[in-house]
């Protein structure tokens, strides 16, 4: 969620109907939320996902929410495990954190976090984080600690990443796996190192055909209009990007035009929607919509209408 353009008035409005906008998808069958954090931008990108999670979790009955990711070592592992537990308290199974180490040199600034040694502070916040978790009494620089109140059941709580140390990682202390973007060879390297150390887990990545996806009934004039919102996003994602990240949505475009014939960011109308749907149960699988409407700025009532028109043209006729 971001704002290039807004001030502190634009971006609250924009937060309320963030809100309101979940509140809609609860009730209307959608599956999940993503969240996301980044600290120090420009454009206003929220950096708050846990707490974002339990604002939607609060309102709503039904729906998931996936911090994608929690930069872990950002943070105080211990306040991040009291988090996680009392939001799972009043939304049990639907929180699903996913653990980051960020690749922002300029958040470990802000944070005072030492960026040369990210990696070894990313393993001491995993394993302080998970020992939390359990719930029960463990040894904390130099002390034994437990958290209260203990957690009611154990949260969903992956690695996330798309690098061998991420899958080094995961495997080593038997926690499942989420990647950024579609890399069977990872998905391969991760379950020989569990089984290597004597592990077990499991891997989840996004499908090859993911895309971003806003819904319009005039996609041309949609691209007219909005295209350098997705543009927008697109360029700033790809200028953090380190070169060992690889991401489903990572783009190499310069320009508008380059972006649509790219085929990353997809805006269609809801028949092309259907009909995907149709195509994928043909050949026997789930189609995934990953809904972008607030992408890179996109101004709230036309978020609003991408959503509406979704629910409506797409969500219900495939639940019928």
């Known amino acids: 969620m971001v704002d290039p353009d807004g001030d502190a008035t634009a971006v609250a409005e924009r937060y309320r109907a963030f809100l309101e906008m979940t509140s809609y998808m609860d009730e209307n069958g959608f599956f999940g939320v993503s969240l996301e954090e980044h600290h120090g931008v420009e454009n206003n990108w929220s950096p708050t996902p846990l707490l974002n999670a339990g604002m939607v979790l609060a309102r709503?009955?039904?729906?998931?929410?996936?911090?994608?990711?929690?930069?872990?070592?950002?943070?105080?592992p211990i306040s991040v495990a009291e988090n996680i537990t009392t939001i799972s308290f009043i939304a049990p199974g639907r929180l699903i954190t996913?653990?980051?180490?960020?690749?922002?040199?300029?958040?470990?600034?802000?944070?005072?976090?030492?960026?040369?040694?990210?990696?070894?502070l990313m393993d001491e916040c995993v394993d302080t984080l998970m020992k939390a978790l359990s719930g029960e009494p463990f040894e904390y620089k130099g002390e034994t600690i437990q958290i209260r109140p203990k957690p009611e059941s154990p949260p969903t709580v992956f690695l996330g990443g798309s690098t061998r140390p991420a899958a080094r990682r995961a495997a080593r202390v038997g926690m499942p796996l989420m990647t950024s973007g579609n890399v069977p060879d990872i998905e391969a390297y991760y379950y020989e190192?569990?089984?290597?150390?004597?592990?077990?887990?499991?891997?989840?990545?996004?499908?090859?055909?993911?895309?971003?996806?806003?819904?319009?009934?005039?996609?041309?004039k949609a691209w007219d209009e909005l295209g350098e919102h997705f543009l927008h996003e697109a360029k700033l994602y790809k200028s953090w990007q380190l070169p060992t990240i690889r991401s489903q949505v990572s783009s190499t475009a310069l320009t508008v035009e380059e972006l649509r014939e790219e085929g990353i960011y997809v805006i269609a109308t809801p028949e092309q929607c259907l009909e995907k749907a149709a195509k994928k149960a043909e050949e026997g699988a789930q189609t995934n919509f990953s809904?972008?409407?607030?992408?890179?700025?996109?101004?709230?009532?036309?978020?609003?209408?991408?959503?509406?028109?979704?629910?409506?043209?797409?969500l219900k006729k495939l639940e019928a």
Not at 204 to 219: A, H, Q
Request: with cysteine; aromatic share 8%; proline share 8%.
């Open 98 to 120: 996913i653990l980051g180490q960020g690749y922002r040199p300029e958040e470990y600034h802000i944070m005072q976090k030492d960026w040369g040694g990210r990696g070894k």
């Open 60 to 76: 709503t009955k039904n729906i998931s929410v996936s911090v994608s990711a929690l930069l872990l070592p950002l943070h105080n």
């Open 291 to 314: 809904l972008h409407p607030m992408c890179g700025g996109i101004p709230i009532e036309r978020a609003w209408d991408c959503l509406k028109l979704f629910t409506e043209q797409v």
């Open 193 to 220: 190192q569990c089984k290597e150390n004597g592990t077990e887990g499991f891997c989840m990545m996004p499908p090859e055909d993911t895309v971003m996806l806003f819904v319009d009934e005039n996609p041309d």
